[in-house]
């Protein structure tokens, strides 16, 4: 009797110890599967992110060579940059594609193409009074609000040339303009650059970007008259066809017809318009496995160089 049980025993033991045996390699191997899979994974990433600076690349020498080679001798939202699905829009391979997304239009329609960075309102070079009504049209900001954060952001520029011999960089130093919060620069963002010569392209400028500068000086039901005027003519297809100066004036007025206060307001602002646009922004979005990367890059028509590029990684790229 004694016997068997030492048998069972023994039996007992030599289970527990299989049983502990198994136990530990089913843990070796989980956690050598767990190690695997977090090597893949990395592995897939940095290919991931190697083909995303691939397609960057590509995109952008391909993006100036067209800006570039664009033949237009006047720049409108009609031409090519501003929406071109087979050009600016494309499969890598099957499981990459790519797009440059441009404007959003009013009625949700999304362009393939880039933006004139000359139909927005520079930062760097804007006069006080036109910033002031900019933060009151865009922004929603009331008349001292928007007094406030104008004089700020004069008073930001004067010491930046001060001290750094220049101004704004980058619009995102907006940011540290005191007045100047999160949910005001949100509304404006789209509408800001600190790129090109401080001229407006009358033919892609928006539009209260052009009442700003028009309400500074003049009359809002004026303004607001003449600005509507332009927009009817631009969204029947019509371009103005002259770069600047006083041809601008005598083609803006044989154009549109316009009152004689209409016409004050183009003596007062046509030095500050042309209809030829050397910078263009793309926000390149980048599709590998179901992951998005996006690439903001800025290019110089006149020589098809990138002047800035920034991108804006996802974790699980």
């Known amino acids: 009797m004694n016997n068997l049980n030492i048998q069972h025993n023994r039996s007992g033991a030599a289970l527990l110890m299989i049983l502990g045996v198994i136990a530990t390699l ?67 391979d099957e499981n990459s594609s790519w797009s440059i997304i441009g404007r959003i239009s009013e009625n949700s329609i999304t362009n393939f193409g880039f933006i004139d960075e000359q139909s927005k309102l520079n930062i760097k070079s804007a006069p006080f009074r036109v910033l002031r009504r900019f933060f009151e049209y865009t922004a929603g900001l009331d008349s001292e609000d928007a007094f406030m954060l104008a004089a700020s952001v004069e008073q930001t520029r004067i010491e930046n040339m001060i001290a750094y011999s220049n101004t704004f960089q980058s619009i995102y130093e907006l940011l540290y303009v005191p007045e100047m919060n999160q949910e005001t620069f949100d509304s404006i963002e789209n509408l800001i ?99 998005t990367q996006k690439n903001t890059f800025i290019v110089n028509k006149e020589n098809g160089k990138i002047i800035s590029s920034l991108t804006l990684v996802d974790d699980e790229l």
């Open 193 to 291: 650059t600190v790129y090109g010569n401080g001229k407006l392209n009358i033919n892609t400028v928006n539009k209260n970007v052009l009442l700003a500068l028009i309400a500074s000086d003049a009359n809002l039901k004026t303004s607001e008259s003449f600005v509507e005027k332009l927009l009817i003519f631009r969204n029947q297809g019509n371009i103005i066809k002259a770069k600047n100066g006083k041809k601008m004036k005598e083609a803006v007025e044989s154009a549109i017809l316009l009152t004689k206060q209409e016409i004050g307001i183009v003596d007062n602002i046509y030095t500050n318009l042309t209809s030829t646009s050397s910078i263009y922004k793309g926000d390149l979005y980048i599709d590998i496995d179901g992951n």
């Open 26 to 92: 089913a843990i070796l191997l989980t956690s050598s599967l767990s190690i695997i899979g977090m090597r893949i994974k990395v592995v897939n990433y940095k290919n991931n992110m190697f083909k995303a600076r691939m397609i960057t690349k590509s995109v952008q020498t391909f993006s100036g060579y067209v800006l570039m080679t664009d033949s237009n001798e006047y720049d409108s939202l009609d031409d090519i940059w501003a929406d071109s699905p087979e050009l600016f829009a494309g499969q890598y």
